[in-house]
């Protein structure tokens, strides 16, 4: 039987191309209004074991521990990623509300395959189900929006940025797709109604977590200082056994400048056409914002990484 979603949505107001939005508590997940329809096909969605999903806050290292664990899995073909878009190579499952990517060409895929299918079903929801193949799944969602038994079923991995760079790459990003002003995202950001919802809330639904062992949780920090050592974790993690050659070559195809470089990674979506590679860097966010705001989210971080837990990597 279907289970519930044990979330309220309440609606919202309405932002330009998104359309009607949905607030969803708890959580603060702003969200485009057709979340309703898909949080429950979403929320019960059946993994198998042998599915890889990579679940993240935005702007986080999303793309590119994406390009790492699918290289790591197809070693011998990576050279593949350099024409396939990753939004080819995994299933973007939000997409059937966010609407992000190009949704004809799903909807023409699904139509191959099933001539029955209809687009209100979410194209890429019905396009992941029939899948034969081993699967890469990405969403955005916060745990307590997915599958409760994801974790009992598949492996799955977590990444954490440091909330004032990832705060500072989502305003690159909207300010790119949107013209938003460093401003206005700050205190998204800050508040508990934001798209995909307040970061503490996002990390901490995951952290709870961190225990089981199908949960592999990385640092985008540790990622940046020491490449090798968290690639050897993922090799454990993944089961994938790649020698210590094979692994040099993942880090050497998912440096910043060899994605950067990729002509695959170029993003179409949400009305731009173009790069979301801005520094990849810790500290990109270091004196970009004015002393008031910086010793806000200062006070901000301290409090609430504490409340993650005390020994939560940003709680001092
Ligand atoms: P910046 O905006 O600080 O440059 P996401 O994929 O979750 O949207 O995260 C985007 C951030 O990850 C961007 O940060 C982007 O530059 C960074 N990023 C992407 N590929 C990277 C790589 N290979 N190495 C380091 N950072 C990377």
């Given at each position: 039987?279907?289970?519930e ?10 932002v ?10 708890p ?27 990579l ?12 390009e ?6 197809h ?80 492996k ?70 020491d ?42 979506i ?46 001092s």
């Open positions: 039987m279907e289970r979603v044990p979330v309220s949505c309440i609606d919202a107001y309405e330009p191309r998104y359309g009607k939005m949905v607030l969803v508590q959580g603060g997940v702003l969200l485009p209004a057709g979340y309703k329809k898909f949080a429950k096909p979403i929320y019960n969605f059946k993994y198998r074991s042998d599915d890889i999903c679940f993240t806050y935005p702007k986080s290292g999303t793309t590119w521990t994406a790492i664990v699918w290289a790591m899995t070693i011998n073909e990576m050279q593949r990623a350099l024409t396939e878009n990753l939004n080819h190579r995994y299933f973007f499952i939000d997409n059937d509300f966010f609407h992000d990517l190009a949704e004809e060409e799903y909807m023409e895929k699904l139509k191959a395959k099933c001539p029955d299918a209809k687009q209100e079903d979410g194209p890429i929801l019905q396009l992941t189900a029939l899948e034969k193949g081993r699967r890469f799944i990405w969403s955005h969602l916060s745990f307590d929006l997915q599958n409760p038994d994801v974790l009992d079923k598949c799955v991995v977590y990444v954490i940025r440091h909330p004032k760079d990832n705060m500072f790459s989502r305003y690159m990003h909207f300010n790119k797709v949107a013209n938003a002003s460093l401003p206005i995202i700050f205190e998204t950001f800050l508040s508990d109604n934001t798209p995909y919802g307040n970061y503490w809330h996002h990390v901490s639904e995951a952290w709870k977590r961190r225990d089981h062992p199908n949960l592999h949780i990385m640092f985008y920090e540790d990622m940046k200082a490449i090798m050592a968290e690639l050897k974790r993922l090799n454990e993690f993944l089961g994938t056994s790649l020698t210590e050659e094979q692994l040099k070559k993942v880090a050497e195809h998912t440096s910043f400048n060899n994605m950067k470089a990729n002509p695959s990674m170029v993003l179409d949400a009305g731009f056409k173009g790069s979301f590679f801005y520094k990849g860097q810790v500290g990109s966010s270091k004196g970009q914002l004015p002393p008031e705001l910086d010793a806000r989210m200062d006070a901000w971080i301290k409090e609430n990484a504490a409340k993650v837990d005390p020994a939560f990597k940003y709680a």
